[in-house]
């Protein structure tokens, strides 16, 4: 009972984008919000772990805990939407703009959330700014903050068409995971299911547009030597489109068409 | 049917607190001293784990079992209160006094509990303070009572500011704990629900109150240099304040304003 | 559904209470042994993961499993007994005499288990003696015989008072163990929730009488220089009275009178 | 739900016995040679965990996935029928005749497909024998092969009755996975409960009829010093008595007639 | 309730065979172009954890998360298709011609997505070919690639018959892993069960149609000196022969002709 079909999945997807794009505008900036910090105390407590075990793999085992809150709470993540809000402008059950101001106001949300809690942990790990040493968390904030901005600006074009193919491969597997939780009806099943790809992107160290809202800024208050134009122009802006079209065609539309729009009366088989 | 919806999760937010606020003195105090004593042989538990493994991911991935307990036996823990009961105050639905008056007395049992449990486990460890050389566990509390008191004093208001935010964080944390158990109809859906936000908080070393009123007087037992004054001025009620304004606002606040004042009757999606 | 709220676990209690104290000598005879057997085992798996990986805390990881089959196969543990039963005599549902000839024979049940099951190992690793080098394991259990007996004796009654104190620790974490099976209706739930109390008390190295049956004796078969009233007097008699004290009060009264005794028809809320 | 008292285990029991003595001599071996191969499949999986790691424990927890399977798809182990298909026979369900040719016939089906396996293993392995320095899992094969005959022959009568208990202790275990199956009517819950006794007894090293039948051929194809006598007479059959008395008495009779003779309509608590 | 007996298993088996046989060729592609990409994904996991750790076993660990998509999601795998197709062919519910036309458009659609993935994998590790010294987790792919042809070819008839070997045991346990996850109706359920088989074979290095479709390929791209006809000659072909064998001979015509056959109305007993 607890197990949905693909098919049902489907249906599910359809729903939630309706559900989402109906939302009001305080609704998506306070579930976009969470988010955001979520995600951002997510990145602490992965480095954390990646810091403390000198295992990555250790870092993304635990980094899914904040996307499972998110799931769980029903709370609004932009790159998830990428997925599911265009399916119903797609089948025109809401508008181009509609699609857009959802859009928009859930990745300012996600923004400010991010931005937020980058400043609390801040002002908590460096006491305001007194501490001067960053400890090992916010030296390998720095760092990465740098290698996803410098690093691959550096390389030129071939860097920025690598940071948007990884956003691609990102949020194909985020979406996988908004999609994952729709197949259970039960807790431990969603938490699980939401968690599998969401561990995969990470520890593959793909590009996501929202863990970078919080990386970036934080390691800028850190000291990382990024400009805000760094930021968007050599990283934001690139993974953002990667995210799209990877969470939108290879999850969003390959799953909702071939399941979505059978008629078969017939249920759909697993493997 | 195992996973409940955030809406729903809104509307037992309100009933809990309802419920929680009509409970008798005896009551909260019985479950209050339970849940500072299980939090107390928590900590106890984590350090074990620190030491033995060198590793702190590894106390923060047993420290929960505490808080698992608490919430599958519906015992009373402040910090949680401390998003809830308010809602209801918020509402009309209780008075101040009603408030404050379930607050201090959680509070106090609490207190009393993780101070009986320390008294315990300090009785069992220095056997009867025949044992004067504190083992592993024993030196790391002293070290971290003195830490979270002297610690934060030595840097003048900037420590104790990032006290009242690592207060902030944690109670945010805690009481998605609370909400987060309430996704969940099913025992082992709560115990991996609740235990999440908890490890978190723990890894990232934020400041709970009731951990707190633990390992700094355990940590006064066995000599660490902290004087009552210290242990209240420079830590608990700082980090008692973080805790409410973390917990009632960025959860308590936040999910029930956004899911439970909704009229429509559309069903709220997850991500 | 699968959760059980306090309110009926409270009854759960006192209906477990009423159902073991109708058992015939031969049904706790035959349950007594299977659980004194079971908890002999994982004591020697236990001190098996504790010796391969230097880690006691691997081995307080696995202890719990027979502990998880004497749950699920409704066995018989006097330490749970401890506070079950009295309950059923404070509320004058079953005399003295009633209480008494169930505790001792279960008591009876776990030593005979016991002890059979460290003749038993003792034969398979010994090779009927003919082995006269104990391995790791079999030093182990030497080592804490001796320590759980001698090592407290030595240091008088502030050594004694201390396996008191652990007694009671432990006992109140065992009947936590027993009650919070009772939360759930399914498997998982009740291995899942059952084995945490039990884990701590393991991990921490508390006093438990009926684990203490197994690896006192199999000390002495091994060679531990125990003598037969070195463990009772200076362990199993203490240690048993630390665990009546322990789960009767900290678990079996503060439980069921919080919950048990209420009259208000309004369901008890979580944390 | 999920959860099944221990009565109904007690009746699940006798209609499982029931059950498989009306299955044809066909499905007793197609199962039967499954189990077989299974069991073989995960003896090497233990052994490539073991030599990776340095740590048996590791072994031992990867050890029961063959199980499992063996369990989720009813498929045919004669150590778990020891302690089930007898107790039809001493109700007078069955004939000693139906005994005798159901277990005949799942001990042979066990052993083809141990031996089918272990040709299979060795094929892949030795790339048919032109490979003729056995890597490291070969080597565990060959010396794990010596030790369980050799071994126990080396030390006389001693060390057979060592074999005998250890195959005593090895199916009271097996069988304890066969029965902790049957209290839970959920996949998960079926899957923990039985991997729980068998993870036990393969870390603690005891003797299992059918893992002995891939392994001591296995050893024997790489080279290990057994001959056919070796095996059967230094093991295979001490083993399988030893097997076949510590499941039908400690685990098929014990549970069966404390739980399935009572006429009590009272349910059955747990602990 | 969740879990679902072998007897309805077989049932599955046939509807599942007739389900898929129905399909369209854009959705057996849709579908296994997914597929392939999501075990193209799982290898660069398992090969990212095995190359941190050291430990291939921890690579084997993570592997299965692919495989829990792709049956969560129903998705078309053209290993676990030639254990299901056949039945109902054998059965005579569908032509020849209908087998022959699923197993090509899936394995055409797992060929596709397993290329893709491993192209748009190289173009973000190898920044569009400009970083020309391959990572780790690549070393690894080439050395694989290497191995997985030349190694076997270079040993002769033996070695392509070793490769044989292993593509049968692999694809025992690929369908063992579809058929257990048909064992229950909740999603946890379904993850566990259908890990477990997938697991095994990727630890015991055994050999996989598809997920030799990305590895060898991606091989080729980062320079591994192996030609399109050593991967087509001396590994594609020869796996794919092996896996049809053993994932149709010792799961769907084992499972499927013990348990679907049957006539008797007596369910079918758990071991």
């Given at each position: 009972m607890d197990y949905v079909s693909p098919k049902e999945v489907a249906q599910t997807m359809?729903?939630?984008?309706?559900?989402k794009s109906s939302l009001s505008i305080r609704d998506l900036l306070i579930r976009g919000c969470l988010?955001?910090?979520l995600l951002g105390i997510s990145v602490t407590l992965a480095y954390l772990a990646t810091?403390?075990?000198?295992?990555?793999?250790?870092?993304?085992?635990?980094?899914?805990?904040?996307?499972?809150?998110?799931v769980l709470l029903g709370l609004e993540?932009?790159?998830?939407?990428?997925s599911l809000i265009p399916l119903a402008f797609f089948e025109k059950k809401i508008t181009a703009y509609s699609m857009l101001k959802n859009l928009f106001w859930v990745f300012t949300?996600?923004?400010?959330?991010?931005?937020?809690?980058?400043a609390l942990f801040w002002s908590a790990s460096s006491e305001m700014g007194t501490i001067t040493q960053p400890g090992t968390i916010e030296q390998m904030i720095i760092k990465v903050a740098e290698k996803k901005t410098l690093g691959y600006a550096s390389h030129g074009s071939a860097g920025l068409l690598s940071a948007f193919v990884k956003g691609i491969?990102?949020?194909?597997?985020?979406?996988?995971?908004?999609?994952?939780?729709?197949?259970?009806k039960s807790t431990p099943g969603k938490i699980i299911a939401a968690a599998i790809p969401i561990f995969i992107f990470f520890a593959l160290g793909y590009e996501h547009a929202v863990v970078n809202m919080f990386v970036i800024p934080a390691g800028m208050m850190f000291g990382a030597k990024v400009s805000f134009s760094d930021w968007w122009l050599s990283n934001q802006l690139i993974v953002t489109l990667g995210n799209i079209i990877g969470g939108l065609l290879f999850t969003g539309v390959a799953i909702y068409y071939t399941y979505g729009k059978e008629k078969s009366p017939l249920a759909s088989p697993s493997v």
């Open positions: 359809m729903s939630a984008a309706l559900s988010s955001g910090a810091t403390q075990t000198s295992l990555p793999l250790a870092g993304a085992l635990v980094f899914p805990v904040g996307f499972i809150i998110i993540l932009v790159t998830g939407s990428f949300g996600n923004l400010i959330g991010s931005v937020l809690f980058a491969l990102c949020n194909w597997m985020v979406c996988m995971g908004v999609v994952m939780a729709m197949t259970s």
